[in-house]
């Protein structure tokens, strides 16, 4: 999946994840903010690399504010804004196939 234009989902609440993606040149570049950084940080790391890899995004600029939220949660903010970058409709997203 190609990331084409800017998009954001989810919110600064607590208990959620705001998760920004963009188009980039080469590679992933993940950018993150958590107030549990010292805790999970490498698992929030970890769930959305491999959200994106199930996703099959190559190339993008990641920025996720964590306030706290479950991995269910961040993976579902990865979706959406990957899905919302792509211009992906109800009629073409892959419920329930691509993403575990």
């Known amino acids: 999946m190609e990331i ?9 609440e607590s208990s959620d994840a705001q998760v ?39 190339k993008a600029r990641v920025t996720v504010v964590d306030k706290g939220a479950l991995d269910c949660t961040i993976k579902a903010r990865v979706e959406c804004a990957v899905f919302r970058s792509c211009d992906a409709s109800d009629a073409n997203i892959p419920w329930g196939g691509v993403v575990r």
């Open 4 to 12: 084409l234009k800017p998009a954001i989902a989810g919110t600064l």
């Open 20 to 58: 920004a993606v963009e188009p980039a040149e080469d590679g992933i570049e993940l950018y993150l903010e958590s107030s549990v950084m010292n805790q999970y940080g490498r698992q929030i790391k970890a769930t959305v690399l491999e959200t994106l890899e199930r996703l099959g995004v190559e």
